[in-house]
């Protein structure tokens, strides 16, 4: 615990250098670009660290890169990826977002938030530590996927196969990680299931004259109807079920939500609106509904005539809804979609079409676990301020599959700063929370390792 | 009365050519395509016949033209329009639709059903009979607008600027007519009004992760929730106002409803459903509620991710649905914006925006007028059967500018059968009942003049 690591400083240029190799390889899961060519290039870093790394696959997977490192009475669990989201309309960038750029002391590129600036960070810390100070004093398990961002289809199929190598291990650090907006380290304890669904709706097989309204049901109404039985206007989600199933906060998740720090003010300004939903003023009452109620939110719908200030009078044949359902404790994702069918068919909705195209299961740590508090030590120790913890994500992945189903505690740490742009153009991470972050991880690395502790 | 007009069997080539030259010239209102050059050769073909004729405009309209020939103790109304609907996707066309073509009787043309083909027709009666017998034992005023395919626009403006040039007219013949199924004439007594309003409902100014829905409204739930109050699941519109201002039909309208014919298996044949509204399979109460209830559509709906398969998981920004109401009497198409407007806000729906688009008000004759009756006994000696009387067409028009607002009566006569096609590929009308519609179109403008009538 005594090392000092300010002489990482010195190797910034070498880090970042090598960084941007990686930021400058396009590895597009959604369009299969760049994907081998990437994984394979993870696969080398981490043999040259001296990782023994395995490729695995399961049915059509791309490349999962497994490697194993070190010994000791603790073992961690890293879990990464290396695929990244497209760059969009790259317009709205103002450095090309495949060549990175370092503008006032931020790296600008796609992917360096999520999470390629995560992922050479503490690859780099752990080479790092054995240059310096010889073998490691933990067992690291690192497992970076390549289909993070199309939903990690395969896995639920990984875990089955190979969840063997890695579940018995003591904590797992999660992808993302960094600060808040004052600079402590964020953490969060779970992450919310998603059940991602298509609702379809047809009558006929050619729209009609809107003068046989009167004659004929419209595919647009019966859509219409049907959704608006799932979720009432206050935003709480009515499926036939449900609701018997969401369990309330308990006294210690209570407590975090009063300890959480949460700027009103400053959430309304980034996202651009008036009021928080229902009018809700209580920073309390607006986490407890964030962390504890599920969503059931339309992404898209679509029908008929859709231009604007036309003229086009016709009952469509058809109209579609995609509709994704965030879930909380202990609701089943998996569950979901059958459920909107029963919920549906009750009320006489048979005739509209559900089709699943995605189920991740909420993923949740046991808050009681021992190393779950002393990641939480260790990060306060590292930043000189306590950690801001989070009962859950609002966001979903593959949390269950990695850790939870395991009772492998979960925490985080890295590069990120609330601000990165993640999925969105001119994506971003600052320079000196990388810094910290490498510092910070090697503290991590140590402190696990202190049989003392 | 004892003319026969077997010999206009003769000038069929020379009928059908004359035809075909306006068919193969688009006048296209909505994209303001060949409407001037359309407009000088109605104008020029009416000035050849004998009419005094002269072109009408208001505001930035395109011409009406506007005729008068021959008089005699009866006026006689005929309305028509030459703009077209544009062709749309050519390829579903099996000949070309602006090269008219003969296919086993049939002519297939855009345009040639709604309405160059009564338009030609009945013109050519009026120039036949000229030819043949001397003067008209009537008076006619002709009237032909450039604007119906886009709603009629101006027709208002024009009504009250120069109605005073037909407002005594006893009777009206509409633009569409021909025959139902059967062979019979059909012929309606008003036509439907309608309104057509875009509602747009947005907040803030860019999509945000779903995964914040617990924490935000979305502006696609309110437009669903919205739209949920407008109308009943069983299709009655439910906007506050409305249902006290709905008429019970009439005794004398009810008789008519069970007089009509109507073949409940061949339509939803030809509409490609298995059912009518609320599994209904009464004929008249189909019928009853066609004619005398107000329905509200939803032409088109549009909002956030809409690609079928794809996966994003957003709260788009904004939405967008396209309705039309579909008015019966005693409802004013221009008050449904407003009744819409106030319906929303004492819901709270004060964020919803509400764009008219169109208002056209419900058109209707006064069952009646001796004319009318008068103009349905020469429809049944025209063609040897009773005439098809329909309350209301399922369809919107300038009816109540042209004629009821002057209390002049309507009837049809022409060239339409059922499977005409209007506004979709493959329009056409049968070479025979052009022929019997110019025999029949002879028979009132003769029967109108018989003073021992």
Not at 320 to 325: E, R
């Amino acid at each position: 615990m005594s090392k000092n690591y300010n002489d990482i400083q010195k190797l910034q240029d070498k880090h970042l250098e090598e960084l941007f190799k990686y930021l400058r390889m396009p590895s597009l899961s959604s369009e299969n670009l760049g994907i081998e060519e990437m994984a394979k290039s993870v696969k080398e870093l981490m043999e040259e660290i001296g990782f023994k790394v395995q490729e695995l696959r399961v049915g059509e997977s791309y490349p999962y890169i497994f490697g194993e490192l070190g010994s000791g009475d603790v073992t961690l669990l890293i879990y990464n990826h290396y695929d990244v989201q497209p760059a969009g309309d790259e317009k709205l960038w103002e450095s090309k977002p495949f060549e990175p750029e370092v503008r006032d002391g931020h790296i600008y590129a796609r992917g360096v938030a999520d999470n390629k600036g995560n992922l050479l960070m503490r690859l780099q810390a752990i080479r790092y530590y054995l240059e310096n100070y010889g073998d490691l004093p933990i067992r690291i398990i690192y497992l970076v996927e390549g289909e993070e961002e199309i939903g990690s289809p395969n896995l639920d199929a990984l875990a089955k196969a190979y969840g063997h190598l890695w579940k018995d291990a003591d904590l797992c650090i999660w992808e993302t990680g960094g600060v808040n907006e004052e600079g402590s380290p964020h953490t969060e304890l779970g992450m919310k299931g998603v059940t991602y669904l298509e609702l379809h709706s047809k009558l006929g097989d050619h729209d009609l004259h809107s003068g046989e309204a009167s004659m004929f049901e419209s595919p647009v109404w019966r859509l219409v109807q049907a959704l608006n039985t799932l979720r009432s206007p206050e935003g709480k989600v009515l499926i036939d079920g449900i609701r018997e199933q969401i369990k309330p906060p308990a006294e210690r998740e209570l407590q975090m939500i009063k300890d959480q720090m949460f700027d009103l003010q400053e959430t309304l300004r980034s996202e651009g609106r008036d009021s928080f939903l229902n009018n809700e003023k209580d920073k309390d009452n607006i986490l407890k509904f964030h962390y504890f109620e599920p969503t059931c939110n339309i992404c898209g719908i679509w029908g008929g005539f859709m231009e604007p200030g036309g003229i086009k009078t016709i009952i469509p044949m058809e109209a579609t809804a995609k509709i994704d359902l965030r879930l909380v404790a202990d609701l089943d994702a998996s569950q979901i979609a059958g459920m909107i069918r029963a919920h549906l068919d009750k009320r006489g909705f048979t005739d509209i079409e559900v089709k699943e195209l995605i189920a991740l299961p909420v993923g949740k740590t046991d808050v009681n676990n021992r190393f779950l508090e002393r990641s939480h030590m260790l990060l306060e120790e590292a930043y000189g301020v306590k950690p801001d913890v989070t009962v859950t994500s609002g966001g979903s992945g593959p949390f269950y599959y990695i850790a939870s189903q395991f009772n492998i505690p979960v925490f985080h740490i890295g590069a990120l700063y609330p601000a990165n742009r993640s999925h969105a153009p001119n994506e971003n991470i600052r320079v000196k929370d990388y810094q910290k972050g490498l510092s910070a991880m090697l503290h991590i690395i140590d402190g696990l390792g202190d049989t003392s502790a």
